[in-house]
């Protein structure tokens, strides 16, 4: 769906980041798509100035994004704009290129010439699209580092909770090479996550539903789980500890991502009280990634 309003700061690098993270994570509903570049390419990073861009196919409310980034980043007030309808969620990710995360590639259409030919690399379309996912959030990113460390671990069953574009499902179908159960409580998140294993040539891996948690007869029927993805948010990570317990088998991991760095203490607690333990942790400035494991 075309965008049709630009949101714009200006100002040093860190605070934007901040911000980009809130606007992509905690907006409810979030940015279609944020950007973030730098005024002076020649200048060092921390020293140049930097302007974050955020589109919406709605009129934003502005009053909360204003309170929302006053606890995140604080970069002032925002320039508004109307656009003209054309396409402006894969105009913003259109250049922000190749991701690598340990040996996952990650890479749009328009970056298919630029794919470095390393060996062991596995590569991964994901293009623009409404779906959450691209690879170049530091949560995603983070999970695909954080998976690719615990390469050697081959789980026979897995879940990707809360799929969103589907590349974690994507990720660990060419990694292990097994079949991968993905569920969003979106619908067309469901779509686009069947539409990109098609496009990564694991659609007879991955298979995509529309759920809230847990509850679906295909989860049921596939549990317990020996590995679960679950990249969303603290609050709903945290509520889910329990039913997570009732559908990972022991030994089983678990992977929690979209929570920030001050709400970590709390979701492992809630883990804790679940009986999971936290086996690995990849720390990142604002978003951290946990790997947990049931006792």
Known sequence: MASSYKLSWAGPRAALQQAADALSEILIPPAGAVSLTKDDPTVDDEKAGWRLEAYFDTKPDTDAINALLAEHGRPGAPEIEDLP???????????LGVVRCGRFVLYGVHDADKLPNEEGDIPIRIDANQAFGTGHHPTTAGCLTLLDRFAGFAPKSVFDL?????????????LWGRSILASDIDARSVEIAAENAALNDVADRVSTIAAAGFDH????????????????????????????????QKNGRVMLAGLMTEQADGVIAAYDAAGFRLINRLDQPTWPVLLMVRR
């Open 85 to 95: 309808d054309i396409d402006w969620v894969a105009h913003a990710l259109e250049g």
């Open 162 to 174: 809360g799929c969103g574009s589907a590349i974690l499902a994507i990720a660990a179908a060419k």
């Open 217 to 248: 007869e295909k989860i049921a029927a596939a549990a317990p789980f020996d590995f679960v993805f679950a990249n969303i948010l603290a609050g709903p990570l945290a509520e889910l500890a329990p039913a997570m317990a009732e559908y990972v």
